[in-house]
Structures are given as structure tokens and as C-alpha cells.
């Protein structure tokens, strides 16, 4: 069959984004790049400085720093063999490729810390559902080098909770945890073990088979029938090393010096697998069961398990889509944009002002709308009312001819006639346009 006849066989289909992908549109784009310049104010402010990464990275970087046996590495990573046969994941997450970017870049040669942020698309094949989805956003800050010292810690979380309470998130809850260090965690988890594995016919499946994979995480379960039986366990805090739970008790003493409001949470375990000592999450309004809108903590031993030198090191991510879901149930979605200006024009000599006018406003920064074909003044004026501006320029050849053009305010429908000199200078200056 030529190629040509095939071609011609081939139905139209229609496609779909994948399960768990969305586009973003308009409107709804203004709050996400709003949400973004504020992030990108306020960590500033605090000293960071950007970090764009790769979005796929060897299988093998996510699998060490995340775990194995976590839900992330085993179940949910987008992973194939590239041509070479290494294989290549999607990341899931955004920590574990800032610290291969940091080793391979050099960066302990810099002054300590180095502080670094970074947004964009995450990938995790989960179920989606509200606030869950297979293509996430997340805007993610770390902290690599220098000290342990809990002010960077709180500084941290301080930086998140400022962020939180300027875009105005409503019902913003801290939960804080320390998980203690190498030295204090694995005894404790022995304990937990032994102690859930006296109850373990009374958990359920996932349960059970983390008491052998991952005991911590069994902290984490929702399951109602399994809550009583969690609520008895030991908990960390009568566990840890001194120097962990000295640690512990100066971050949340800086905590209070920064007015950070928290609530101790001693199941609060995370599920990655490269955390010691504090771990916090942060819960908001709105959200229903997926109401973790940030998740983070410290990570000590990650850079060396990646091949770097001894290097500490704390974070956190903000699910994105989770912050815009909430501050949209709150009314928090700024206006759609409309035009600052429709330039309504008709005949030849218009049209020439016409396009020295667009120029000239848009290039002081007014948003202008400017038909490319002429249309009947009626028409345009429809349009310009249904694309929301806030003035419509009419320019037909009598203005041109008479050097007076007529600027329309369409909230009020007054009418001023200018001179081109005064009508553009006003508009330029943001002022109320009258005659
Ligand atoms: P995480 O808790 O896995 O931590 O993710 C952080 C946040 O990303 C979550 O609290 C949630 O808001 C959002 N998120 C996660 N999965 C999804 C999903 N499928 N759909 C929508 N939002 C989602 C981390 O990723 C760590 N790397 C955080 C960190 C940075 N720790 C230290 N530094």
C-alpha cells in the first residue's frame, strides 16, 4: 500500500491526558506563577539562590537515597532502560538529584551552607484522587553543609510557615518529630519491632509486612482498627542518644524564638527512607485526606551514602497543586485578567495609529487587545466588554483626522475625547482617563 493510501485510511482520534496529568489553564495559571513569585521573594530574602535539575535521573540515585523498600522506589517510579541500558526514572522527588548536583558540581567548595530551591514537575505513579496525582508540583528548598545547628532547622520551617502565611493558606497546622540519628534509631526500631510483632495478627496486611521491611512506617497507618494498637507502641522521643535529644529540644526552642507555632507528633515518620532527627509536616484546610501541603526534614547521611564527603544537609517540598487546591477553596484565586486596553479601530489611517498605539502601551506594560481585522464598533466594543478591559481605544479615520481620539471606560461607559499625546500618557500613568 503506498503511503499515501495508507495515510488516507487513518481515522481522526481524539486523545486524552494520561490518568493523573492535567493541564493548567487560564485563569488558574495567574495564581500558580502568583504562588511562584512569592516563593521565589521570600526565599531569596532568606538567602537561597535556584537550582534548575534534570526531570530524569539514573534509576539507581532515587533507589539509594529514597529506599528500597519505600511505596515511592518500589511501586511508583516511571522507570525504562534507555538505549544504553541504564536505566531511567522520572523523578519522583527533587532531594535526591540536589545532592548529586551538589556533589558533581563541587559545591563544598563554596561557603557553607549552600542554600538552594527549585520548582517543577514530580512524578509518582499513586492512585490519583483529590490532591494526588501522577504529574505533581512541587516547590522544594535545601539546606547542604555547614552545621546541625537546630536554628538552621527552624530557620527553615520558619521560611515555609512565613511563605504559607502570606499567600494566606488557611488552617496551617506544623507537626514536628525527631526520629534520632544512626547511632539512636536502630535500637529503637528493634524495640518497635519486637513490640508490633506481638500484636501482628491484629494489623492488617501492609502492617505486617512492614514490621519486617520498615517498621517506622507502620507509625504511619490510618487504618482505624490499627490505631489503638499504634497508640501503645514506644515512642522515640524516651529513645533517643543525648546529643539527638539535645538537638531536638534546641529546635524547638528556636521554634518559639521565631513565634513558630507547633504540635509534637511522634508518629510523624515520613516515608523516604535518608531522614534523621527532625522531620515536620505541614497540614492545611481544605484538602480532605491528602492535607500534607509540605513535607520535610534533616538528612545527614544522604550526601555520603551518594558517594560525597560527610555533609549536612536539611529540607523540605510543598506539593503545589495541594497550596493552590487549598487557597482556591478559600476564594483565594485572584481575579481573571482581563485587557487594560481593546483598541476598537476602523479604516486604513486608524489601523496605522492604531498599531503605534499597541506598541506604545504595551511597552509600558499595559496588557492590550488589538483585533487584527476591523470590525464594525459595535461588534468591537462586545468584545472588549467580553474579554473584560477596562478601556476600548476608538480610532476610526474622523479621530485620526481630527488628532482627538476617544477612549471608552467600559465599567461606566463614559466617553473622553484626547489628544493621542494626552489619552496615551494617561493611560501610561495608570491614571482614570476624562476629558
Ligand atoms: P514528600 O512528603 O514525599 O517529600 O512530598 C512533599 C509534598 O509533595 C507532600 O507533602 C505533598 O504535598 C506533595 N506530594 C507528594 N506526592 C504527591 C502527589 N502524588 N500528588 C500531589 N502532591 C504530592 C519529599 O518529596 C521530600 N523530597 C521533601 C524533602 C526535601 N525532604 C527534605 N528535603
Given at each position: 500500500m503506498s503511503e499515501g493510501a495508507a495515510k488516507k485510511e487513518e481515522k481522526p482520534r481524539k486523545f486524552q491526558a494520561i490518568k493523573g496529568t492535567r493541564d493548567l489553564l487560564p485563569p488558574e495559571t495567574a495564581l500558580w506563577t502568583r504562588v511562584e513569585r512569592i516563593a521565589q521573594e521570600i526565599f531569596t530574602s532568606y538567602g537561597f539562590g535556584e537550582i534548575r535539575l534534570p526531570i530524569f535521573e539514573q534509576t539507581d540515585l532515587f533507589a539509594r537515597s529514597i529506599g528500597l523498600e519505600t511505596d515511592v522506589v518500589s511501586k511508583e517510579m516511571y522507570s525504562f532502560e534507555d538505549r544504553d541500558e541504564t536505566s531511567v526514572s522520572?523523578?519522583?522527588?527533587a532531594t535526591a538529584s540536589v545532592c548529586r548536583a551538589y556533589i558533581e558540581n563541587g559545591?563544598?567548595?563554596?561557603?557553607?551552607?549552600v542554600k538552594l530551591y527549585t520548582m517543577g514537575p514530580m512524578f509518582r505513579r499513586e492512585r490519583p484522587q483529590k490532591g494526588r496525582y501522577r504529574q505533581f508540583y512541587q516547590i522544594d528548598a535545601e539546606v547542604l553543609g555547614g552545621?546541625?545547628?537546630p536554628g538552621i532547622d527552624a530557620e527553615l520551617i520558619e521560611m515555609v510557615m512565613t511563605f504559607f502565611e502570606r499567600l494566606g493558606l488557611e488552617g496551617v497546622q506544623l507537626d514536628i518529630n525527631c526520629i534520632g540519628d544512626k547511632k539512636c534509631r536502630p535500637k529503637y526500631v528493634e524495640l518497635l519491632r519486637a513490640e508490633l510483632s506481638k500484636v501482628k495478627d491484629k494489623l492488617g496486611p501492609d502492617s505486617q509486612r512492614r514490621i519486617e521491611?520498615?517498621?517506622?512506617?507502620?507509625?504511619?497507618?490510618?487504618?482505624e482498627n490499627e490505631q489503638r494498637l499504634i497508640e501503645g507502641m514506644p515512642h522515640i522521643a524516651d529513645h533517643l542518644c543525648e546529643e539527638c535529644a539535645e538537638n531536638y529540644r534546641g529546635v524547638k526552642k528556636e521554634l518559639e524564638l521565631r513565634g513558630v507555632k507547633y504540635r509534637e507528633n511522634?508518629?510523624?515518620?515520613?516515608?523516604?527512607?535518608?531522614?534523621?532527627?527532625t522531620t515536620f509536616e505541614i497540614t492545611a484546610k481544605?484538602?480532605?485526606?491528602?492535607?500534607?501541603v509540605c513535607g520535610g526534614g534533616r538528612y545527614d547521611g544522604l550526601m555520603e551514602l551518594l558517594g560525597g564527603p560527610p555533609t549536612r544537609a536539611t529540607g523540605f517540598a510543598i506539593g503545589e497543586d495541594r497550596l493552590i487546591l487549598s487557597l482556591q477553596e478559600a476564594g483565594k484565586t485572584p481575579a481573571a485578567q482581563g485587557r487594560d486596553v481593546y483598541i476598537a479601530w476602523m479604516g486604513e489611517k486608524a489601523y496605522a495609529a492604531a498599531i503605534r498605539a499597541a506598541k506604545d502601551l504595551r511597552a509600558a506594560g499595559l496588557s492590550v487587545e488589538f483585533p487584527p481585522v476591523e470590525q464594525k464598533f459595535g461588534k468591537a466594543l462586545g468584545q472588549a466588554d467580553k474579554l473584560g478591559a477596562r478601556y476600548a481605544l476608538i480610532l476610526g479615520d474622523n479621530e485620526v483626522a481630527s488628532g482627538e481620539w476617544t477612549l471608552k471606560t467600559l465599567a461606566t461607559g463614559e466617553q473622553a475625547k484626547l489628544t493621542e499625546a494626552s489619552l496615551l500618557e494617561s493611560l501610561r500613568k495608570g491614571k482614570t482617563v476624562s476629558s
Open positions: 522520572l523523578r519522583p522527588e559545591m563544598q567548595q563554596l561557603p557553607q551552607p552545621s546541625d545547628a521491611t520498615n517498621s517506622l512506617r507502620v507509625l504511619d497507618s490510618k487504618l511522634w508518629r510523624l515518620v515520613r516515608g523516604l527512607d535518608y531522614y534523621s532527627r481544605g484538602l480532605g485526606s491528602q492535607n500534607a
